[in-house]
């Protein structure tokens, strides 16, 4: 497997699962319903074509029931990467795929607006490589409606990642990523 989708699944593992920052990813991944695409591309178009066939692929498979597309030599700049991933979500729109599927993202300097980069708090979306987490609407909403105040995962999220301090999570991504 490539080492890219395997730093992918330390990151899953370490800092989503293990900080519990998605409480909805533990079931998924350990029943193997998390599908890993790699994109090395370094082409917009080819980077959004890999978006379609990664939704045409969740429509064929129901056993699938999410996928992150870790783009390794895509926008390296943040900035960059969020015109793209306006980019992905239009293409979503246009074809036919809102209200269907919804996209997150993620980024090694992903810096939520008005905060500094050395907030831990965008350590929530930090991830070794830049990547699109394609989720099923359906699924997102049947969890939420099961999940106690889902309103307070954000919140709770920024608490503990505060709370654990921004060389902290520098620390465990800095780790991942130089792991082979």
Request: glycine share 4%; proline share 5%.
């Amino acid at each position: 497997m490539h080492s890219e989708i395997e730093k992918t699944k330390q990151w899953l593992e370490q800092i989503v699962i293990g900080h519990n920052f998605c409480p909805f990813a533990k079931p998924e991944y350990d029943s193997g319903q998390v599908n890993f695409v790699l994109s090395d591309t370094v082409k917009i178009e080819d980077a959004l074509e890999a978006l379609i066939r990664a939704c045409e692929q969740l429509d064929e498979k129901a056993e699938i029931e999410t996928t992150l597309i870790v783009y390794a030599n895509l926008c390296k700049d943040f900035e960059a990467f969020l015109d793209f991933v306006e980019l992905a979500n239009r293409l979503l729109e246009m074809q036919g795929y809102e209200g269907v599927y919804q996209l997150a993202n993620f980024h090694p300097d992903y810096c939520f607006e008005g905060e500094p980069e050395n907030d831990a708090a965008n350590y929530t979306n930090r991830s070794p490589y830049p990547m699109l987490h394609l989720i099923r609407e359906h699924s997102l909403e049947k969890a939420l409606s099961s999940y106690p105040q889902p309103e307070q995962i954000p919140r709770n999220n920024i608490r503990l990642a505060r709370e654990k301090g921004f060389e902290y999570f520098k620390s465990i991504l800095n780790n991942i990523k130089k792991s082979e």
